[in-house]
């Protein structure tokens, strides 16, 4: 069974910073074939993609986290990451894992910013 399995959420106040992982149990040739995204649903929000880094290490991120947020990934470990640092309360949500074309998804890490 395919599984994207997210850590590193939690509660942090506003400026703070979070490390997200997420570990992909699939073999390294599948993970290295597709790209990565972290996508985050807020309360009563549809879900966007924040950050996506494609399977030759190419980055895109939506326009309001730029220069906050670096995703990168560890081929080796079949991890992606999400650096978030200067966190602000907009960026509250639950954050999800996708593998593309895969279509594969992870269950989510509750993200709270507080004021």
């Known amino acids: 069974q395919v599984q994207l399995v997210e850590s590193g959420g939690g509660l942090v106040q506003a400026g703070g910073s979070l490390r997200l992982s997420c570990v992909a149990s699939i073999s390294s040739m599948l993970f290295r074939l597709n790209a990565m995204g972290w996508h985050r649903q807020a309360p009563g929000k549809q879900r966007e993609l924040v950050a996506q880094i494609s399977n030759l290490g190419d980055r895109n991120y939506t326009d309001s986290v730029k220069g906050r947020f670096t995703i990168s990934r560890d081929n080796a470990k079949n991890t992606v990451y999400l650096q978030m640092n200067s966190l602000k309360p907009e960026d509250t949500g639950v954050y999800y894992c996708?593998?593309?074309?895969?279509?594969?998804w992870g269950q989510g890490t509750q993200v709270t910013v507080s004021s």
């Open positions: 996708n593998a593309k074309p895969s279509n594969f």
